[in-house]
C-alpha cells in the first residue's frame, strides 16, 4: 500500500455528501458516506479512531451498528462539512446520550428479537441501501405513500403502490394524528394488533385480507404481508376506538352497543361473532366505562393522552406507530398462552398475559 493511500482522510477525500436521512442508522450512514465517495468503509472508520473490530466479513448495515465516542463525531463532521449537531438531530445513533462517555469507536450486532433490528428504507424517496433505525418498530409505511418497511426476516419492503386503498389509509392515520395528537397513533396501534389477532385467527375480514396478499403479490408470504393488508380495517377501527373514548364517560355508555357498531363498520356480515370478540374484550377491560372527571394536563393533547389507561406509554416521537399499544401480544408468537411469566402478577394482569411487562401494573383493583 502506498504512503498516499494511508494518509490521513480530509474532507477533500469526501467531496460528496449524501442527503442525511433522518434516523437512519450510524453504520448506514457511514456506509453510504464511504461508498458515494470511493473509500473503503474501514478507512473512514479508522479515520474517526481506532479500537474497532470488524466482522470477518465486513460491517452489514442490517447486521451490525457502530457507536462512535463524541470526539469521533467532531472529525465525522470535519469530514463531511456537516455541523455535528445537525448529524446528531439526524441519526439516533448520534444523540449526546450514545456518544457521551466513550472513547473508541465501536461496532456491535443489532439485537436479535421482535422490533430491535433495522427497517429497509425507502428507496423511492430516500436512498437504496439505507437502513433505519427501529426503536421498537418492526413495520411502518413510508410517507411517500408507495411503499411499507419491515424489519422482520432480515428486513423487507412491500410495494403498496397495486393497492391505492392502502394509501388512502396512511393518508386517514395522519388526519386522526393531526387531530387527536399521540392519542390518535396509540388507538392506531391497539387497533392494529386488534386486526393482526383476527388475521392469525382467520377472522372478520379474512377473504379481503387474502385478496390484497394477493394483489401485492404476496401469496407464499402471507405473514410478512399481514401488517400491511389490515392497515385499512385499522385505521376505521382506530376512529370508531376514539368514539369509545369519548362516550365511555359519559352515562350509559355501552361496550356491547359499541361491539355491534364496530361489526357493522369492519365485519363482512355486518356481526362480530362471540369468538370474534375477544381482542376487543381485552381492550375494552381497559378502556371501561368510567365517570367523567377533571383530566390534568395543559393543553387538549395533552389531557386527551391522560384519559388513556396508563400501558399507553408516551411515544418519543410524534411519527406515525410510534406511540405503543396498551396491548401486549406480539405479532408471531402464540396468542393464547403466556410466553413469559411475570414474576408479579403471574401473567394474569393486563400487561403480561403473553409477555412479561417490564413495568407491570399488577392486578386491576389491586
Not at 462512535?68 to 463532521?77: S, T, Y
Not at 462539512?81 to 450514545?98: F, I, K, T, V, W
Not at 399499544?325 to 403480561?352: E, I, Q
Request: aromatic letters at 6%; one cysteine or more.
Amino acid at each position: 500500500m502506498t504512503g498516499a493511500a494511508l494518509a490521513p482522510l480530509t474532507p477533500r477525500d469526501l467531496p460528496i455528501r449524501v442527503p442525511l436521512i433522518h434516523g437512519e442508522t450510524t453504520a448506514s450512514y457511514l456506509t453510504r458516506t464511504a461508498h458515494a465517495n470511493g473509500l473503503p468503509l474501514p478507512r473512514l472508520l479508522d479515520a474517526l479512531g481506532g479500537g474497532h473490530e470488524l466482522p470477518d466479513d465486513g460491517l452489514a448495515p442490517q447486521r451490525e451498528e457502530v457507536t462512535l465516542p463524541a470526539q469521533a463525531l467532531d472529525r465525522l463532521a470535519l469530514l463531511v462539512d456537516r455541523d455535528a449537531d445537525q448529524l446528531a438531530r439526524a441519526l439516533p445513533g448520534l444523540s449526546p446520550e450514545r456518544t457521551a462517555g466513550g472513547k473508541a469507536v465501536h461496532i456491535e450486532p443489532w439485537p436479535d428479537e421482535l422490533g430491535a433490528t433495522p427497517l429497509p428504507a425507502c428507496p423511492l424517496c430516500m436512498e437504496p441501501g439505507a437502513w433505519l433505525t427501529p426503536d421498537g418498530r418492526r413495520w411502518r409505511p413510508c410517507g411517500c405513500g408507495r411503499r411499507w418497511m419491515a424489519s422482520d426476516d432480515g428486513g423487507y419492503l412491500v410495494d403498496t403502490a397495486p393497492l391505492p386503498d392502502l394509501g388512502r389509509a396512511l393518508l386517514r392515520h395522519r388526519a386522526l394524528v393531526h387531530r387527536l395528537g399521540p392519542t390518535g397513533d396509540a388507538l392506531a396501534a391497539d387497533a392494529h394488533q386488534v386486526m393482526l389477532w383476527w388475521w392469525v385467527s382467520g377472522q372478520v375480514a379474512a377473504q379481503t385480507w387474502r385478496e390484497r396478499e394477493d394483489a401485492l403479490g404476496l401469496s407464499r408470504h402471507r405473514r410478512r404481508a399481514a401488517p400491511v393488508v389490515v392497515y385499512p380495517e385499522t385505521i376505521t377501527l382506530a376512529d370508531s376506538m376514539w368514539t369509545w373514548e369519548e362516550r365511555r364517560r359519559k352515562p350509559g355508555a355501552s361496550p356491547e352497543k359499541w361491539i355491534e357498531e364496530v361489526g357493522r363498520l369492519i365485519a363482512p356480515t355486518g356481526v362480530i361473532s362471540r369468538r370474534e370478540r375477544a381482542p376487543l374484550n381485552y381492550w375494552l377491560e381497559q378502556h371501561r366505562p368510567e365517570p367523567a372527571g377533571r383530566v390534568p394536563g395543559r393543553t387538549t393533547a395533552e389531557r386527551r393522552w391522560n384519559r388513556l389507561p396508563g400501558l399507553h406509554q408516551p411515544p418519543t416521537d410524534h411519527h406515525l406507530f410510534r406511540a405503543p399499544s396498551c396491548l401486549m401480544w406480539v405479532y408471531g408468537l402464540p396468542l393464547t398462552s403466556t410466553t413469559t411469566v411475570c414474576p408479579r402478577c403471574d401473567g394474569r394482569a393486563p400487561s403480561c398475559r403473553w409477555v412479561a411487562f417490564p413495568g407491570c401494573t399488577g392486578l386491576l383493583g389491586k
